[in-house]
T-cell receptor, first 112, second 114 residues
């Protein structure tokens, strides 16, 4: 079956530091890949997506590149802010099954 | 901006009691999902509707959980009887067309079973 493995947290950074959250996946076929963000007490919000190999998704300064050869989709941001503190979920969408599979989430805390 | 609505936001119930959650998807979204999110984990799909029909309920514990979407719009998820292990966040999401990967999530219902 499909699975998503994320870097374990929590991750604590100082403001303006560089962020990397690792994500690798196992899937049959060619899934679409996503990063979602969840702020305290809220549902998940789509942060960025990539639908095929070598695509780069980007939004709000965050980026991730779909790497088929390493089955990875690592999230990066050059300079984090306190407001980026949240839980980040990597996910894949299996277009054949019409289903999403989520990682367990990585909690990011950014300190001023 | 259109949003997925859920109620209640928080629910505390005693084990063996019945509990129900409601979801109103974004207008026009044909596909509706119910997920369970245990603290520290990612969401796990419980049931997926296409209009009023269930297309996937393979992970729904059918001895105690039920879900309906009678008119193909809003949906209700019920647990009867609730067990301690049901304590979790229950998330509803919707998407415009079948198989669309872009899902829009509601704020969730936090259930605590005592």
């Amino acid at each position: 079956g499909n699975s998503v493995t994320q870097m374990e947290g929590p991750v604590t950074l100082s403001e303006e530091a560089f962020l990397t959250i690792n994500c690798t996946y196992t899937a049959t076929g060619y899934p679409s890949l996503f990063w979602y963000v969840q702020y305290p007490g809220e549902g998940l919000q789509l942060l960025l997506k990539a639908t095929k190999a070598d695509d780069k998704g980007s939004n709000k300064g965050f980026e991730a590149t779909y790497r088929k050869e390493t089955t990875s989709f690592h999230l990066e941001k050059g300079s984090v802010q306190v407001s980026d503190s949240a839980v980040y979920f990597c996910a894949l969408f299996d277009t054949n099954a019409g289903k999403s599979t989520f990682g367990d989430g990585t909690t990011l805390t950014v300190k001023p | 901006e259109a949003e997925v609505a859920q109620s209640p936001r928080y629910k505390i119930t005693e084990k063996s009691q019945a509990v129900a959650f409601w979801c109103d998807p974004i207008s026009g979204h044909a596909t509706l999902y119910w997920y369970r999110q245990i603290l520290g984990q990612g969401p796990e799909l419980l049931v997926q509707f296409q209009d009023e029909s269930v297309v996937d309920d393979s992970q729904l514990p059918k001895d105690r959980f039920s879900a309906e979407r009678l008119k193909g719009v809003d949906s209700t998820l019920k647990i009867q009887p609730a067990e301690l292990g049901d304590s979790a966040m229950y998330l509803c999401a919707s998407s415009l067309v079948p198989g669309a990967y872009e899902q829009y999530f509601g704020p969730g219902t936090r259930l605590t079973v005592t």
